[in-house]
T-cell receptor, first 114, second 111 residues
Framework: EPEVTQTPSHQVTQMGQEVILRCVPISNHLYFYWYRQILGQKVEFLVSFYNNEISEKSEIFDDQFSVERPDGSNFTLKIRSTKLEDSAMYFC????????????FGPGTRLTVL | GQNIDQPTEMTATEGAIVQINCTYQTSGFNGLFWYQQHAGEAPTFLSYNVLDGLEEKGRFSSFLSRSKGYSYLLLKELQMKDSASYLCAPRGQTGGFKTIFGAGTRLFVKA
């Protein structure tokens, strides 16, 4: 069964450094998402992406964040200058065609900012 | 605004039935997900209700009432491996159909 994959599984970085989290959504899916979950807290929506552009973003997704689909398979989340509070699990998800379809999550990348 | 309410914790016995309730208020609504999440892992899809009524899938069933802003997840024949958090998550209508998650209900299944 096809699945969403994410790399790396764990990333450790110094405060102020740039990180890029990578995701390969399920092929033929059209909607892509990034969520994050700070330890012990709820899953939070960051951004949705469709047709090579951002559909919606949350207040969390400020100018330090960006997303890109550099080719036909990868979907990346970049944090330009990481802060301690960016430490969290970051989940990528994808959906075939939107409203009525199941949303599948990747296994997540644990980001630790020191 | 968005508001999702579900119990923080529940405890049930192996083999029993448990119902996890969720009430929600969202600015736009398309459907409602239930996900299971074990500690340190990603959410795993359980169900997605778009229409009112009950949908059954093996030991898991999910109910939705759009007019009441209410849903429940029913787990039958509980097993120890069902100990996890259960996340109620309404999905919006616009802007990429984002999903908003509740804080989750932590279910403890005891022998």
């Amino acid at each position: 069964e096809p699945e969403v994959t994410q790399t790396p599984s764990h990333q450790v970085t110094q405060m102020g450094q740039e990180v890029i989290l990578r995701c390969v959504p399920i092929s033929n899916h059209l909607y892509f998402y990034w969520y994050r979950q700070i330890l012990g807290q709820k899953v939070e929506f960051l951004v949705s992406f469709y047709n090579n552009e951002i559909s919606e973003k949350s207040e969390i997704f400020d100018d330090q964040f960006s997303v890109e689909r550099p080719d036909g398979s990868n979907f990346t989340l970049k944090i330009r200058s990481t802060k301690l509070e960016d430490s969290a699990m970051y989940f990528c998800a994808s959906t075939p065609s939107g409203a009525v379809d199941t949303q599948y999550f990747g296994p997540g990348t644990r980001l630790t900012v020191l | 605004g968005q508001n999702i309410d579900q119990p923080t914790e529940m405890t049930a016995t192996e083999g029993a039935i448990v119902q996890i309730n969720c009430t929600y208020q969202t600015s736009g609504f398309n459907g409602l997900f239930w996900y299971q999440q074990h500690a340190g892992e990603a959410p795993t899809f359980l169900s997605y209700n778009v229409l009112d009524g009950l949908e059954e899938k093996g030991r898991f069933s999910s109910f939705l009432s759009r007019s009441k802003g209410y849903s429940y997840l029913l787990l039958k024949e509980l097993q120890m491996k069902d100990s996890a958090s259960y996340l109620c998550a309404p999905r919006g209508q616009t802007g990429g159909f984002k999903t908003i998650f509740g804080a989750g209900t932590r279910l403890f299944v005891k022998a």
